[in-house]
């Protein structure tokens, strides 16, 4: 239905959010999915002047702390 402009999304993988334990979902899991919480680690506000002006807050976060990442690998020799 490539027309029908709909949008179809579907779950590839398993994701717990919880910290109660499922054993009866144990044959299923083969790593340990669980996280603490699903807030991302890099915060950006998205203004009207951003979008306007086709700037991504987001996107230059993630390049920022990239660069700063790489930056203290090489400083420390953890280069991978």
Known sequence: ???SRL???FADRFHSYSPVPHPELAPYLFLDLS???IAPRLRTELSSRDYFARRDPALAAIVRD???RATRRTRTG???
Do not use: I
Request: aromatic content about 0%.
């Open 1 to 3: 239905m490539p027309h």
């Open 7 to 9: 949008d179809v999304h």
């Open 35 to 37: 996280t603490p919480d």
């Open 66 to 68: 990239g660069a700063a």
């Open 78 to 80: 953890n280069t991978p």
